[in-house]
Nanobody, 124 residues
């Protein structure tokens, strides 16, 4: 019933940009925090960014390069990635979390629903 579908990944050169989309169904954005995580080969899943009650948050590694926006008419969250680096190469996941008093937006285990992921490869 709840479904998150990522799209927009692909191959991009260093310094380039990509815009990832996360189309949500079966949930209301206002009731969920939406987050982006990524997992690179051989690395742990790491927090990228999140939007919680209209506030956006970003990991230090992407701050200033990535932005998050949403289109409520399409029930879609976007991750705009600029100035991409090779170390940004990873599978990117969209996630949704129900509000909890102890919710931490950067903690992947706090999220309830996950998309299938979309591959982002930054290479020349």
């Amino acid at each position: 019933q709840v479904q998150l579908v990522e799209s927009g990944g692909g191959l991009v050169q260093p310094g380039g940009s990509l815009r990832l989309s996360c189309a949500a169904s079966g949930l209301t954005f206002s009731n969920y925090c939406m987050g982006w995580f990524r997992q690179a080969p051989g690395k742990e899943r790491e927090f990228v960014g999140a939007i919680t009650w209209s506030y956006t948050h970003f990991a230090d590694s992407v701050k200033g390069r990535f932005t998050i926006s949403k289109d409520n008419t399409k029930n879609t969250v976007y991750l705009q990635m600029n100035s991409l680096k090779a170390e940004d190469t990873a599978v990117y996941y969209c996630a949704a979390a129900r509000n909890r008093v102890d919710f931490q937006y950067s903690r992947w285990s706090d999220y309830t629903y996950w998309g299938q992921g979309t591959q982002v490869t930054v290479s020349s």
